[in-house]
């Protein structure tokens, strides 16, 4: 579907054929050894360290035949349905081993990264995330290895990958209060994308030209100054605010409360829409659409082990994750279905292959220890 032989030799279509199907192994912990032996691959396992961190091939061209499929997929899925593209934001820490002073040869592009889910720090890569979704299936698009000492920001690393997003459709860029800055919604709105994100409560707003925080502005709204609005099988309390905030002359921000919980600031929730024609319902069942990238993240590091892989070259960890992002949208594509329905079917495919070919190996009277060696079961 890609194309990948007009790109790439035989042998390089040999290693990526064998990699893809050892990440949809049962077991697979994302070291060479697993690729090794979870492929069958017939060369020597160094081959494969030579592929990531050697080999002259070209990740970059398949990235792009692979993110050229994946907006073809998206924009006719968003057509069918008549909905928006969705564009979720986000990053992820690929925790790694702290080496000692003396090593010699330690993972290049580590560093201490503060985990929001873990509150403290972390040493590891930082990946920041960028998918491409509708309403019934989400795509990985891109990713940006962080780097604080090249002194990019996760911003700029995200309004790069945004720049090569061309779409016909409407945008909504969904994003957590970690990253709606002024430069990325600017770049946003000037792709023509709208933004719908969190907000921390210490915003600015500007309710009758007086500047005031979110949350001591929430704390005047009464019961009787909000609605209900239901997304899912959640109810929450919605004041809707329409004016300026720092960076923007007229958004939309909601202050929302779980129905049930008290509207205090502990539990208040501030979402920012720039599209000002969207119903309160609207702004909020978009944006639950961003759990998608968190699925992603979470099935990416379970089931296929993106933050498994023990390779120290930048270069290898960007191959890495770039067929990480191929095997895991292989999986979508061979169920035509969600990613978990892909795995199980091409494992139960992988296992039945297997099968047939120990029975066809007895039909033709292999030897035994060819095919114990062939299977890296000698």
């Known amino acids: 579907m890609l194309g990948l032989a007009l790109y790439f030799s035989k ?43 050697k ?23 968003s057509k069918r349905e008549n909905q928006p593209i969705f564009v979720s934001i986000d990053d ?25 889910t873990e509150k403290t720090s972390i040493w590891g890569h930082s990946l920041v995330w960028l998918m491409v979704h509708t309403m019934t299936q989400a795509f990985p698009f891109a990713f940006r290895l962080y780097d604080k000492t090249a002194g ?37 709105l000037k792709k023509g994308f709208h933004v719908i994100a969190m907000l921390k409560t210490n915003r600015i707003l500007y309710p009758k030209g007086i500047a005031i925080q979110a949350k001591p502005f929430a704390r005047s709204i009464e019961p009787n100054d909000t609605h209900l609005v239901t997304v899912g099988e959640e109810h929450y309390r919605v004041y809707r605010y329409e004016g300026a905030l720092n960076g923007l002359d007229h958004a939309v921000v909601l202050l929302a409360w779980k129905a049930n919980q008290p509207m205090t600031s502990e539990h208040l929730h501030c979402v920012l829409s720039t599209d000002r024609e969207l119903s309160d319902e609207d702004i909020l069942r978009h944006y639950a659409q961003r759990w998608s990238i968190e699925c992603f ?4 590091k379970d089931q296929r082990k993106l933050d498994g892989y023990r390779v120290r070259q930048v270069r290898a960890v960007k191959r890495y994750g770039i067929l990480v992002q191929l095997a895991y949208v292989y999986s979508m594509f061979e ?19 297997l099968v047939e070919f120990i029975y066809h190996a007895a039909k033709q009277d292999i030897p035994m220890d060819v095919v114990k060696k062939q ?3 000698a």
């Open 11 to 53: 042998p390089v279509m040999k290693h990526l054929v064998h990699i893809v199907d050892a990440m949809i192994t049962k077991g697979f912990s994302g070291t060479l050894t697993d690729l090794h032996h979870g492929s069958f691959h017939p060369n020597h396992r160094t081959t494969l360290s030579h592929f990531f961190t």
């Open 375 to 377: 299977l890296h079961v």
């Open 152 to 188: 990019n920001s996760k911003g700029k690393l995200a309004i790069e990958m945004l720049s090569s997003l061309d779409v016909s459709r409407p945008v909504y860029v969904l994003m957590d209060s970690w990253h709606p800055s002024q430069a990325l919604v600017e770049a946003c």
């Open 55 to 77: 080999s002259p091939w070209d990740e970059e061209t398949l990235l792009r035949k692979l993110q050229q499929w994946i907006l073809r997929r998206v924009e006719r899925s």
């Open 92 to 116: 992820t820490i690929c925790q790694k081993t702290k080496p000692s002073s003396r090593a010699t040869h330690a993972i290049q592009g580590c560093d201490w990264h503060d985990s929001h």
């Open 335 to 353: 169920s035509n279905c969600d990613f978990s329905t892909g795995l199980d079917l091409l494992r139960t495919k992988k296992r039945h292959r």
């Open 297 to 300: 993240f979470r099935q990416a």
